[in-house]
């Protein structure tokens, strides 16, 4: 398969892809990410006792609010007509983490992978601003699309890191 970049003309020029052809289908896309942190202001988070309150329920919020600006965000994105976005978050306390999961789904011509990378990045994003003052040596990791249906291009699902490769993606897959 020939890797070829959409968002340029034959002058390499960027432009914004032309969907308008496309028949529009039902489209959906999942990303995760992780944010470590020390172990005191992961137990913060985990407590929900955090000096500025509900993290992660304010990163949700940020999360969906990041998808539904995404096309105004990433220059050549569609804006879409998402018809959902989920962020949810699952606490890993061995490695003092969280790891956020942002799923987008739409009818439309276009996909929505970036809509659910964005929920993701501005999620963590926001966990790190309502943090820092505790903990300014927070890590946002391993941001990836895990899967995506529909469309043209079909099914797309990320590889799982090997059995017992150890590292960041094992502890959060």
Not at 31 to 38: D, N, V
């Amino acid at each position: 398969m020939t890797a070829t970049l959409t968002h340029f003309d034959a002058q390499g020029q960027a432009h914004m892809v032309d969907v308008g052809a496309k028949p529009a289908t039902h489209r959906v896309a999942r990303a995760q990410g992780c944010i470590r942190m020390q172990p005191d202001t992961f137990a913060l988070v985990a407590a929900g006792t955090a000096k500025k309150g509900d993290v992660l329920g304010v990163a949700r919020l940020a999360g969906i609010m990041a998808a539904k600006k995404t096309g105004e965000l990433i220059p050549l994105c569609h804006p879409i007509a998402l018809t959902r976005v989920a962020v949810d978050f699952e606490l890993l306390p061995e490695a003092s983490a969280v790891r956020c999961v942002a799923t987008a789904e739409t009818v439309g011509p276009t996909g929505v992978e970036m809509e659910a990378l964005t929920a993701v990045q501005v999620a963590l994003l926001t966990i790190y601003d309502m943090c820092k003052a505790a903990d300014r040596g927070m890590v946002i990791a391993d941001v990836k699309l895990l899967e995506k249906h529909g469309g043209k291009s079909g099914s797309y699902v990320a590889e799982p890191p090997p059995a017992g490769a150890g590292g960041r993606d094992s502890a959060q897959a």
